[in-house]
């Protein structure tokens, strides 16, 4: 009977043990991983009714079974499709994947295992008609309003999420910059918007089409200035800002697309510049976000005497019109130039960095080329 119940108390006792450890493990963290692939040649309509039950069961299923049976499956919680829409060529499922790790590792590291393993498990999936090249894991510059630029200085005040990646940095909470949301926690601006101070607590940032009121605000933990940056130099005018904790992606924050450090972009083409900077040049940075429309300047067009001439130097661009008006100002400093790909997705081109006043004849836009810097972002960022 003794015998009996000290066993019987240590099994008890045992058990209790191995549940806090469970529970209570120290650094398991849960995890929430947005991934889309596409149905094609599918239909369903709306985000009810049986045939999207049917859809949302088996894509559900599908999601269960790659990560069951994979290398992450002691990591694997469970899954969810929070949306399927249709599209031109099939429906779209959007779902949430659920995972428990230990907050050694970095996310940018699981991030690449968890996409691999669902591309790779997409691709042999015969069964079921998914598109392998539309399986993305927290996809980059996608928006959810159509473009309608019209026709900063002279532009336009944007839509609710038409530039989620929009960023306001702000020294003790006043507007002082723009800046671009790359990933959950990383920002790209400019170097001299740190000119004055680079100390990670005197700065926070927010998010939304308004500076007042944000959608939301963060601290910035750290700040990262280009080494090589020397005020009043404008060469390696670019910084890297991370904040926590995370934000949550949704319709009006999420992040842009990096381009790749071999890309390149034609004079000419139409890119697209926002901020809350001044309307022109020695006015007040703006509480509702604008956007305008411009054009990429060739350097032999810029370098011209009567344009910049020998100001432009390497890791630099011009952007705007030699006949003025539509161009960036004071306070749009650290925001983004970006463009879109055939597929609407958008990337990261350049930073506003400088301009001999704002919208004048002959004096575009000076901007940061960030496919100049692009292994600089990757070697403090990871991205
Ligand atoms: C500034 O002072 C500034 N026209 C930013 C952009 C431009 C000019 C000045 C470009 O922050």
């Known amino acids: 009977m003794i015998v009996l119940l000290v066993v019987l108390s240590l099994t008890v006792v045992a058990v209790t043990i191995g549940l806090l450890v469970h529970f209570l493990a120290p650094g398991q963290k849960i995890e929430y991983y947005h991934g889309t692939f596409k149905f094609s040649d599918l239909q369903v309509n709306g985000n009810s009714g049986q045939s999207s039950t049917y859809l949302r069961a088996i894509s559900e299923n599908l999601v269960d079974e790659i990560f069951r049976d994979s ?3 002691k990591h694997y919680v469970r899954n969810n499709v929070v949306r399927l829409t249709p599209e031109d060529d099939g429906v779209k499922a ?7 790790f230990p ?11 968890i996409q691999s393993i669902l591309y790779q498990r997409i691709r042999n999936t015969r069964a079921l008609p998914i598109n392998t090249a539309s399986v993305e894991l927290n996809g980059c510059g996608k928006r ?3 473009l309608i630029v019209n026709r900063i200085m002279s532009g336009d005040i944007a839509a609710k999420s038409a530039w989620p990646w929009q960023a306001s940095l702000q020294r003790n909470n006043i507007h002082q910059c723009g800046a671009t949301l790359v990933s959950n926690t990383w920002l790209i601006t400019a170097a001299h918007c740190f000119k004055n101070s680079a100390n990670p607590r005197q700065w926070t940032v927010s ?3 308004t500076i007042n009121p944000p959608l939301m605000k963060r601290n910035v933990k750290r700040i990262i200035v280009h080494e090589r940056y020397r005020s009043p130099a404008r060469e390696y005018d670019i910084a890297a800002v991370q904040f926590s904790p995370r934000v949550p992606f949704n319709d009006d924050i999420r992040r842009i697309c990096l381009p790749r450090a071999s890309a390149t972009f034609q004079p000419n083409s139409t890119v697209y510049i926002t901020g809350f900077g001044a309307l022109f040049y020695g006015g007040e940075s703006q509480n509702n976000l604008r956007e305008a429309r411009v054009k990429l300047i060739s350097d032999d067009v810029c370098k011209q005497p009567f344009v910049y001439g020998s100001n432009i130097k390497f890791g630099m661009f011009c952007a705007g019109y030699l ?18 790909d055939l597929k609407d997705t958008w990337y990261l081109i350049g930073i506003v960095s400088w301009g001999d006043n704002c919208g004048q004849k002959n004096k575009p836009g000076v901007y940061t080329d960030v496919v100049y810097y692009r292994n600089w972002i990757a070697s403090k960022t990871g991205l």
Request: charge should be neutral.
């Open 144 to 146: 959810v309003v159509p």
């Open 103 to 113: 907050s050694t590792e970095q996310r940018v590291v699981r991030e690449k295992r």
């Open 71 to 73: 290398a992450l499956q």
């Open 323 to 340: 006949e003025g008006i539509y161009d960036a100002c004071r306070g749009d400093s650290g925001g983004p130039l970006v463009a879109k």
């Open 207 to 209: 998010f939304g089409t």
């Open 94 to 100: 959007d779902v949430i994947i659920v995972f428990q």
